[in-house]
């Protein structure tokens, strides 16, 4: 269903992979609504993915930017304004990944200059990408920026890795970026934390599938799915959440609130009532 929430709307989608990407889903949802964007991702991913097939659908152009790389980000950030006609009213953020993770390292035996790539990734683009925005003035005034992210900043996850200590960061940067760019342009800024979905990057973490099936038993309303996130997203970027900055938004069901639930009881007892 569309609801024309993001007509007249300009923005910069990063992190579309596959048609299984979070990011890919958001783009699909923001063209229904109207919304015009242009496509980003690592050149690598690029020639590697399939995301032309999702430009042609979206009519939207694709623009090769490693999001660790400021002359990338510059480039893609005053281009995009020249393809789309104008300053940005949205941006989202869906980047990860932990060298750590793929090169299978445990977590107290990470390798630092793993950390240090995958924290620049997973994390510090996130600043550096508002750090353009913000000095070119390339935000609508009420525009809204988001990133992704997931529960394990807050709580352990042991096979999350590094990537718990990344999204922690990201986070912060949320929080610390947001307030300045409200200040100054009326710009929101929000990390929405999802729950596990299957994706390349989601897939990469150690024991994937028992822990989504977990999540989905411990979460009243379930696991929310990428399609649901994207929805989610759309209503950020609507003009109908103006307000809402400098949060982390948990989408998940309900499992961020939950201790325990009588499903994943009954896996341990018998005679629990579902
Ligand atoms: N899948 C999950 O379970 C889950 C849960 C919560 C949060 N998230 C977050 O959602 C976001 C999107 O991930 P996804 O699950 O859609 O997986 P995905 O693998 O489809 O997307 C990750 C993207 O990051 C991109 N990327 C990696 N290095 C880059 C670089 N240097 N420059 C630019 N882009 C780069 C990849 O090319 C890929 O498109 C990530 O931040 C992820 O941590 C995922």
């Known amino acids: 269903m569309s609801y024309n929430l993001l007509k007249g709307k300009r923005g910069i989608i990063f992190g579309a992979l596959d048609e299984n990407s979070i990011a890919w889903k958001t783009a699909e949802r923001v063209h229904e609504e ?73 977590y107290t035996e990470n390798n630092y200059s793993f950390s240090e790539k995958g924290w620049d990734i997973s994390a510090l683009s996130f600043h550096k990408t508002m750090q353009v925005l913000y000095k070119k003035e390339a935000m609508n005034d009420w525009g809204s920026i988001l990133a992704l992210t997931y529960m394990a900043a807050q709580r352990v996850f042991p096979d999350y890795n590094d990537m718990a200590d990344n999204k922690a960061y990201l986070e912060s940067i949320a929080r610390s970026f947001g307030y300045f760019f409200g200040e100054k342009f009326k710009v929101r800024v929000n990390t929405i934390s999802q729950s596990p979905t299957p994706t390349t990057a989601g897939s990469g973490v150690k024991g994937f599938d028992g822990f989504l099936k977990y999540a989905e038993e411990m979460s009243p309303l379930g696991n929310a799915s990428a399609d649901e996130c994207a929805d989610y997203i759309i209503s950020m970027f609507s003009d109908l959440t103006k307000k809402v900055t400098l949060q982390n938004l948990f989408h998940d069901g309900g499992f961020s609130n939950m201790g325990v639930s009588y499903k994943v009881m009954a896996a341990f007892e018998k005679g629990v009532e579902k």
Do not use: C, W, Y
């Open 34 to 106: 109207g919304g015009k964007f242009v496509l980003t991702n690592a050149p690598v991913a690029i020639r590697m993915g399939t995301l032309k097939e999702l430009g042609e659908k979206t009519g939207s152009e694709i623009i090769a930017a490693d999001a660790t790389n400021l002359e990338d980000l510059e480039k893609l950030v005053d281009q995009a304004q020249e393809i789309l006609g104008g300053k940005l009213d949205f941006v989202l953020h869906s980047i990860g990944m932990s060298v750590n993770v793929r090169k299978g390292k445990h």
